[in-house]
Every structure is written in C-alpha cells, then in structure tokens.
C-alpha cells in the first residue's frame, strides 16, 4: 500500500503563489507515476499535471502550463506543486494520486489510473 498526505493549501489573492506538497509513504518502490488532480464544487475531477516517479516523463494540462511546476524530493519521498498567477477558477481541493502500474503513461489524465489518493487540500483564490 502506498499512503499519501498532501499539505501546502491556503487562501490567496488573485495573483498569488502557493506550493503543494504530497508526501509519499509505504510501499513507495511501487509508484511508476504521481498526478495532481483537482475538484471544483459542483464539477468533476479534473487532472493537473503527473510525471513519471521514475523521473523522465512530465504532463501538464494545457490550463496550468506555464503557472503551475511539479518537482520531487527523492530523499523525502515528496513531490511538489509549484503554483504561480493563480487565478479564482484555479479554486479547488487539490489532492495527489499514486500509479501502480507501468501502463498509467497510456492514460495518465484519467483518474481511474491512479491507485491511491490522498485526502486532498482546499486552494481557495479570493478575487
């Protein structure tokens, strides 16, 4: 089993920065990639950006591409969300998510691909 904490959320200005961090733990080892998802109220989950836990491989969704940065600790087992210029419609419960499978690059948007999640943390971007 791979657990999985998130931490960083807190509410900011239009504008503003904020780092996400989704600690890893347990049967690490297991891990071939790491997305971020996020849920509005009233919608769908939606995928932000993973990236291979391996390193190599990166995928960001075309609405963060050049806000948002994702990055790890190898040593902490950690992974980071680097969020910059954000915007009222980026309010959401982040949470991060873990692939089991070598085959999560097929479909890594989907968040069926992904075996275990954190219990999320709120983003709230005041206007």
């Known amino acids: 089993q791979v657990q999985l904490v998130e931490s960083g959320g807190a509410l900011v200005q239009t504008g503003g920065s904020l780092r996400l961090a989704c600690a890893a733990s347990g049967r690490t080892f297991s891990i071939y990639g790491l997305g971020w998802f996020r849920q509005a109220p009233g919608k769908e989950r939606e995928f932000v950006v993973a990236f291979s836990w391996s390193g190599g491989a990166t995928y960001y969704a075309d609405s963060v591409k050049g806000r948002f940065t994702i990055s790890r600790d190898n040593a902490k087992n950690t992974a980071y969300l680097q969020m910059n210029s954000l915007q009222p419609e980026y309010t959401a419960v982040y949470y991060c998510?873990?692939?089991?499978?070598?085959?999560?690059?097929?479909?890594?948007?989907?968040?069926?691909?992904?075996?275990?999640w954190g219990q999320g943390t709120q983003v709230t971007v005041s206007s």
């Open positions: 998510a873990a692939a089991l499978s070598p085959r999560w690059h097929a479909d890594y948007p989907g968040r069926y691909r992904y075996d275990s």
